[in-house]
């Protein structure tokens, strides 16, 4: 019995490493290959190290691009994003999971439907949509699509449902009213679930590369994932700099993850996510 559970523990940790050295051998050649001239990311066969690890690739793509602009947008869509994303989905969700109104069915079909469809096909309305409201080519825009989240809106009704209907209940026996129970009674309970949607949703927004490109046209109003796009030449690119330029862009999303780590495990832990 010992030595079986000695090999299965073997196998696992053998498994386990194997993963993670595949998963972060990317960022390693990202880092060396931005010390880099552009001769030695090019040579084939690869060279893995550079001859003299060349820093002024960061500085002439920190100053090819205005960086300080790119965070600054980037942190105000991912805030904006989260506060909608969390606002609006957990009320949409209490409202599915503990209120009885004509509709709730379809319109939780609804929701389950639009989590079905790619988010390409509502690329044209949202465009409709901000050029209505005159917010193209502005931090508005980019925040826009994430303030209401379909995922946010199932993953929290899926968290109120599993909390018992007796502490509305009894808290409307006692006078309180829907706005009472849900926001001093369910919601303190969700706040598992409401973690995780702000850790999914900051991810999101930090990625989107599609939405923002299509929204912004002035460089200066775009994220760190469409401003880097800038850095990919029709016919020839930059790779050092295009990878120091990317060293640069994962800067704050790893501060993010060291200062909220255990937060992050929670909430992924918590909805089975990976």
């Given amino acids: 019995m010992k030595s079986s559970n000695s090999i299965g523990k073997v196998v696992m940790y053998t498994i386990l490493i194997l993963g993670a ?19 030695e990311s090019t040579l084939i066969p690869p060279v893995i190290f550079p001859e003299e690890f060349r820093f002024e690739n960061y500085t002439r793509v920190w100053n ?32 599915m999971a503990k209120l009885n ?25 949202q465009y409709l949509i901000a050029q209505s409201l005159g917010i193209l080519n502005s931090v508005g825009a980019l925040i826009m699509p994430g303030i209401v989240s379909a995922f ?24 309180a009213s829907v706005w009472t129970v849900f926001y001093k009674i369910y919601l303190p309970l969700a706040k598992s679930g409401i973690t995780a949607l702000a850790i999914f949703t900051a991810l999101f927004a930090y990625r989107d590369l599609l939405w923002p490109l ?49 937060q992050f495990t929670q909430g992924i832990a918590t909805t089975g996510g990976k």
Avoid: C
């Fill in 21 to 39: 050295i595949v998963m972060i051998v990317p960022f390693i050649w990202m880092i060396l290959t931005s010390g880099k001239t552009l001769t």
């Fill in 64 to 95: 090819q691009l205005p960086f300080l602009a790119f965070y600054i947008n980037t942190f105000l869509m991912i805030l904006g994003r989260v506060i909608g994303s969390v606002m609006f989905s957990a009320m949409a969700a209490f409202a």
């Fill in 101 to 125: 109104f004509p509709g709730k069915r379809l319109f939780m079909i609804i929701v389950l439907t639009q989590l079905m469809i790619p988010p390409q096909v509502f690329l044209t309305p």
């Fill in 152 to 175: 946010g809106t199932f993953l929290l009704r899926q968290h109120f449902m599993s909390l018992p209907d007796e502490l509305g209940e009894s808290a409307y026996m006692d006078g």
């Fill in 214 to 262: 299509i929204a912004n046209r002035s460089l200066t109003e775009l994220p760190l994932s469409a401003g880097l796009a800038n850095l990919q030449g029709q016919f020839s690119t930059n790779y050092p700099e295009l990878m120091a330029g990317s060293v640069l862009a994962i800067i704050p999303m790893v501060i993010l993850f060291l200062v909220f780590q255990k």
